[in-house]
């Protein structure tokens, strides 16, 4: 007996879009075996009908620009979203949810704006809310984070998120180059986009960093939380000093839970370029490869890592979640939708716990080193480690710190730069993974 | 309004069991809320109840030695099996699953030798059966292959998935020590244990093999279907080869599917030493960690990285299964059981596609090269790199070989055995990463 297919209306066919549509007819058979019934897109909405496609194995009447109506239609059990942004994504998938259809979307922006929405919709609707490809593309991720380690407690997320900047910083470590030449070769390789600002100004990664900080704190954090800085300022000298550190120089976001002498929780939400040592996991995650770093209570150090981004590894997430959901349809069920408990406070950037790395160019004369070394303890800045090398009537300092408070770090900075021995400073880099 | 708790039975108490029981009772209010009904440990079975166990947070009462009269009883909702071994558990796991009570367990030998008698039980009685302690301990493995990569075709897993095995050839790597010193120094920091045959000699690692096979490709594979080679022939100067090729050797456990001329498909199942590259992902994977490499036709390269063994990551797992199962039954489903649809045929190790790095010492004349490039042709096997060194009136040859049938490799080695030419094969090992 073969059941009744499951109906698609799939948003949205650029590159993810038509890449789902041939999966689908590709794998037709292994996922009516996965799933125990057909699935069968009925609808496709696109902006403009005529566009070439090229060979999509669809009848191309099922086009439509009517996504409402699409949706709306009593035929449609599941839906696709691969179109992004937040309107008119949030107001099809919040009518979608609560009509009680399943949704699978990618849309990290609009789940790190408003997820919220979206989940009381799946909610209300008594619906499947699904999007694993929002973050780290065909890396099965936000499942485990979801479902696997619920019987455990996260103590922090570090990821690389974003493969564009990845790219660029790997080649800037690896040929030495600034971060215009890096930049301009991602671009020729089509690893940046035209206007690569969402990558390299860190909002990409931001959002993403939103989904995995409320998915790990089971609290809700968007994108407005999380404190951003891009890759921009990074330069080659940087890249050098960390290479003289044995460490390389990665985008980072990086969700940390913080437990105040209180006892009281917090959570901390960031993306900034910081240093990691070379034997960290992360460290050798090269080229575009996305990689995320969980550190739980139980579970100890886990890593996960893949293709973070591209047609085919964000639609095969994309049908992953829709085998699951599908799955669920038959059953009669769907699986319990946010999980917003704990409801954590967010601590602002100035009160996130990082670690300095320094290096000045300073007067080569007696009593340099303890005057510097006095405005971090003036700041209450613990120093890990300080190297000096005198060169002519000039010396630079390595000055590495312990953990403190980022407001007491960013202070110390400031006050070094107007100090009279200090002639400038040329790096002032975060610092991860270990202490 | 509070739902009714989900009554556990916990099936032994050791290491593993212990540490549930603890997590069970620290993190309450956090799995209350995540599951949406308390837990509660109604009754742990156990050889003999006067063992001291430490202090335990239960009622002392609840231990019993009669585990099939636990099994049985009324308000027992989910089982959890962390005895091991075939008999009883077996019995006890089939007993649960046919009267539709959830199952979580950790026992890979059982699910290797007879997965299909559980996975059968659990589809008779209606109940989930959930495994994801059994491979990879902490790592969130068998869920995304169970339902993230549903949508996907994975084409090859390969992984470390032996901590003590991992542990000793890492030792091995960095020390230059040979396989008893290191399997010594093991035991002595406790990653081996007193008889670490389980280990060293790969049944563990083809146990896990033979999970992982079947999730991936659809197909019941056993641990009788496993080709399975242990590490105790691993020499110094093996592991000093593979580091002039600029690799490490690992053990590993390898499930692919091979597509003949005639689109047929099939399945290799083996566990072996192997030469790796040091810039595959799987080179940096130290001490006695694992890490599960997958590459799949869409997602593309993933890699999942953790602790594979010890008490508390063990029962993180098992947690988060309790976690899963527990929704479901308030849900009232259960995910759908194991999918062995596609049944595959399992190729036999002559069959399988590898590729050999031979070493060997041969008298230093004229021809030579010559004569041994001729058996490696007459068995069709390619050369892809020769090396040779002269010393004295004898020189070395090192030969990689691009892919062949394991068989003609093999074939290829003995008849070099028996060449007047060749002093002594030095080292034999597959190489895989890479061709």
């Given amino acids: 007996m073969t059941k009744p297919a499951v109906r698609v209306a799939l948003l ?7 890449e789902v549509v041939r999966l689908l007819h590709d794998q037709a058979e292994d ?4 799933i125990g ?8 909405a696109v902006r403009r009908i005529g566009r070439d496609r090229g060979d999509l194995p669809v009848d191309p009447s099922i086009f439509t620009t009517d996504a409402l109506g699409l949706i709306k239609r009593d035929d449609v059990d599941v839906v696709i979203e691969v179109v992004g942004g937040i309107e008119p994504a949030r107001t099809w998938l919040v009518e979608a949810l609560r009509a009680g259809k399943s949704v699978v979307t990618a849309n990290k922006a609009l789940l790190a704006e408003d997820g919220g929405a979206l989940h009381d919709a799946a909610a209300e609707g008594g619906a499947d809310l699904y999007y694993e490809a929002a973050v780290a593309g065909a890396i099965p991720l936000l499942r485990p984070l979801r479902e696997s380690l619920h019987g455990d407690r996260i103590n922090r997320v570090t ?5 564009t900047t990845n790219f660029i910083l790997s080649s800037m470590d690896s040929s030495g180059a600034g971060f215009a030449e890096a930049l301009e070769e991602a671009t020729a390789l089509g690893y940046a986009e035209a ?3 969402a990558d390299v100004e860190g909002f990409d990664a931001g959002a993403k960093a939103a989904i995995l900080a409320s998915l790990a704190f089971h609290t809700r954090v968007t994108a407005a939380d999380v404190y951003r800085e891009g890759i921009t300022e990074v330069t080659a000298a940087d890249v050098a000093s960390a290479r003289d550190m044995g460490s390389t ?5 990086i969700a940390a839970r913080t437990v105040d002498a209180d006892g009281a929780e917090s959570v901390s939400v960031r993306v900034h370029p910081a240093m990691i040592p070379r034997s960290h996991p992360l460290a ?16 100890g150090q886990l890593m996960f890592y893949g293709r973070g981004a591209g047609g085919t590894p964000t639609a095969s997430a994309v049908l992953g979640d829709v085998v699951a959901v599908s799955r669920n349809r038959l059953a009669g069920t769907w699986a319990p939708s946010e999980s917003a408990y704990a409801k954590l406070a967010i601590r602002p950037m100035g009160d996130a716990i990082t670690r300095y790395h320094v ?6 004369r007696a009593g340099v080193l303890s005057q510097v070394a006095g405005v971090f303890a003036k700041h209450d800045v613990s120093i890990a480690t300080v190297r000096q090398a005198g060169h002519g009537d000039e010396a630079s300092l390595v000055i590495v710190t312990h953990t403190a408070r980022d407001a007491a770090l960013a202070a110390t900075v400031d006050e070094l730069r107007h100090l009279d021995i200090v002639r400038s400073i040329a790096s002032v880099l975060r610092v991860e993974g270990d202490d």
């Fill in 195 to 197: 206007d690569p600002t």
């Fill in 12 to 18: 949205g066919c650029g590159t993810v879009g038509a």
């Fill in 249 to 253: 120089i990665k985008l980072l976001c």
């Fill in 359 to 364: 290096s000045l160019d300073v007067a080569d």
């Fill in 31 to 34: 996922l009516t075996a996965r």
């Fill in 37 to 44: 019934a057909p699935l069968e897109i009925v609808g496709i």
């Fill in 159 to 163: 990821g690389i998120v974003n493969g």
């Fill in 284 to 299: 050798s995650v090269g080229d575009a490869y996305n990689a995320v770093f969980v550190e739980a209570e139980a579970a």
